[in-house]
């Protein structure tokens, strides 16, 4: 290489947008290219025919690595307890509670009713054997589209390479890692996540490529699977949105760049933000939104996840003791009630026989709130001093009024609701909240003023519609649900306190749900009845309430972000003892760290690529277009694998080794395309042409073979094995631990 001298060499770029090129011979300009558009290169014949071959090499290897063995084992795996359950749900029907959007556990629920499976087996724990039941077609559909994966990736790096040999690094290392396969091959979620992730992303590429024909056919269908794709990431899982921060960051860029095209008139620049307007904002909002109206029509029936949601959601639900029921309207002291906090998921008001355990706080009795449906939950209310059985028919009914003083006994124990100014549980300055007293008699510390929010004093009280808050008399405190899960001795139900702090926040406040009182007449619930907006909104903050709360199971394995590039500790599918089917989700370890070493030379080059282009060091045609690989397409790879991983460091909830898997597949991706340049680099400078591709072939074949032979030590953590555990020397994966956080 030599510096190029003013005037000489290679023509300067034209400026950015299509403005007025340098001063020089007039020759024809290269057409301006997106992010990741392909370079217009001609394709030798034998190289062109060789794609589909290879194409349909790879897709073929990686649907036979996936479908080994699928049946097997044939018992509960994993998180199967959980989305095969859910699948359960959708075939019968049966209104549930997750943390994540409904499109996978749908697809999987269709999957199974495809195949046959009615909906019966219970999926109570891992291990459990599924004995007669199908499950293979659930399996089957997760497996299908893992198996995508691979070809997904192959045409995506081939799309941004022009680099036959480059894609196919990239499919030999997803077709042969280990945790791939693993993961692909159970009713799970992480599959059905990655395909469309991947399919997202290749759409996004596709259409990249298409940028020099806008408004064509292939234009208009690159852009809309990219919508369509978006839509599903988001709607198996929020990380999903990662994606969607991606496709948006490259459309930002494009519709910059098309703004300083001077040759393109603000029409056209209309035209073409309001294309991708439609087919990235608005078809992917409305197929998100037709997802849940479809969950929400199928699922109309009670069911475990009904009282994580509202009173006036749950009157919609089948089955449920709100649905098509009659109840008194106005509360009454005698009633027997159930109060559910308006804290989104702020459970129902729960006492049980159980004590709060020494040192934390007065030795009382526990009361919490309860997200679910339980005989606990049930209060009765009374006035303050008075014990008359106000169950007695011939006594006169009296109604509870705002600003009334009342206590309220819990109907199983007896015991009152009551405070005092011992500490709370887990809130600071929060006062704690107990069950105290026997058959109703207790002290001053029962006594409750009840207050509806915008009311006037000796107004009536509404069941379900009025919001009221209970004020300890004794302390000035306000009854609340923290929404903090409270440790074992608490059965992780939500802490319950008495706030100091009158701030009036959903937290604090109350609405009666079930109201039993056979002296007042009932009145109707289908007033209630939400709208479907407000059911949409109820749901995701349900939601995301959900996943900040995710705590770990007792002996569940969890991790740290930096844990995952480094295949630092795997995770136990199925079986602990040497008598049981173990599988084991565990990377490859030459892909692995073939991937993470592949980061850090990937930046190298980049950055002496970039340097070298600004100091105007003259180049050939061949080395400006491995630049531009490696700055475009090796840059827009590098980008999704930061958008994926990084964002893990700033999460609250508990993490798992799988959730680095998207971020994995971008890192496959560029490592299929940084060996590839640097291979390029390295025998175009080293050798003559002819022992260039020697050199060239002969790294490619080292790099496979490598990933190959790992894959052939390791395969049985995919495929299963029964024996010796690892650390006994007649294990056949004796040797095989080489890091002692493995537990194979």
Known sequence: MRRARPGAGAPRMPAAGGGRAEPGPRRQREPRR?????????????????????????????????????????????????FGKMGSYYINRTFFFDVHPPLGKMLIGLAGYLSGYNGTFPFQKPGDRYEQHNYIGMRGFCAFLGSCLVPFAYLTVLELSKSLPAALLTAFILIFDTACITLSQYILLDPILMFFLMGAVLSMVKCNSCADRPFSASWWFWLCMTGINLAGAMGVKFVGLF???????????????????????????????LARVLCLILLPLALYTAMFAVHFTVLNKSGPGDGFFSSAFQSQLIGNNLHNVSVPEHLAYGSVVTMKNLRM?????????????????????????????????????????????LSDPSSPVEFVRHGDIIRLEHKETTRNLHSHQHEA??????????????????????????????????????????????????????????????????????????????????????NFEDHINSKLPNISLDVLKPSFAEILLESHMVMIRGNSGLKPK???????????????????????????????LLGNPVVWWLNLVTIG????????????????????????????????????????????????????????????????VFSSMLTGITWDTLLKFCAGFLSPSTTARKIYGGGFLVLVLLIMYSFYLFHPLSYGMIGPMASDPSSPMAGLRWMDSWEF
């Open 34 to 82: 997106l992010p990741g558009a392909a370079a217009a290169r001609t394709v030798p014949p034998a190289a062109a025919a060789a794609r589909p071959a290879a194409l349909a090499l790879v897709t073929l290897l990686s649907f036979a690595s996936r479908f080994h063995r699928l049946t097997e084992p044939p018992h509960v795996c994993w998180d199967e307890t959980h």
């Open 243 to 273: 994606v969607v921060l991606l496709v948006g960051l490259n459309t930002i860029y494009d519709l910059w760049d098309l703004l300083g095209n001077l040759s393109l008139s603000l029409v056209m620049f209309g035209k073409h933000l």
């Open 554 to 584: 007792d002996n569940e394995v969890t991790s740290k972000p930096w844990h995952w590039p480094i295949n630092y500790q795997g995770l136990r599918f199925s079986g602990v003892n040497e008598t049981d089917y173990r599988v084991y």
């Open 425 to 510: 549980p887990l809130t600071r300055k929060h006062f704690q909240v107990t069950g105290y007293g026997i058959n109703g008699t207790g002290d001053s510390n029962d006594f409750w003023r009840i207050e509806v929010v915008g009311r006037k004093a000796g107004k009536l009280i509404k069941v379900l519609r009025s919001q009221v808050r209970l004020t300890h008399v004794a302390t000035g405190c306000i009854l609340g649900s923290s929404g903090k899960t409270l440790p074992k001795w608490g059965w992780e139900q939500v802490e319950v306190t008495c706030t100091p702090y009158l701030k009036e926040t959903p937290n604090s406040l109350w």
């Open 345 to 389: 998921a702020g459970g129902y008001l729960h006492s049980h026989w159980h004590l709060y355990p020494e040192g934390v706080g007065a030795r009382q009795q526990q009361v919490t709130a309860y997200l679910h449906k339980d005989m606990n939950n049930l209060w009765i209310i009374k006035k303050r001093d008075s014990d008359t059985d």
């Open 601 to 664: 030379l990937y930046l190298l080059i980049a950055v002496f690529t970039a340097v070298t282009l600004k100091r105007g060091v003259q180049l050939t045609s061949e080395l400006k277009e491995l630049s531009r690989v490696v700055l475009r397409g090796g840059g827009q790879i590098m980008l999704g694998w930061l958008l994926h991983y990084l964002p893990f460091f700033m999460m609250g909830r508990v993490l798992y080794f799988h959730h680095y898997f998207p971020a994995m």
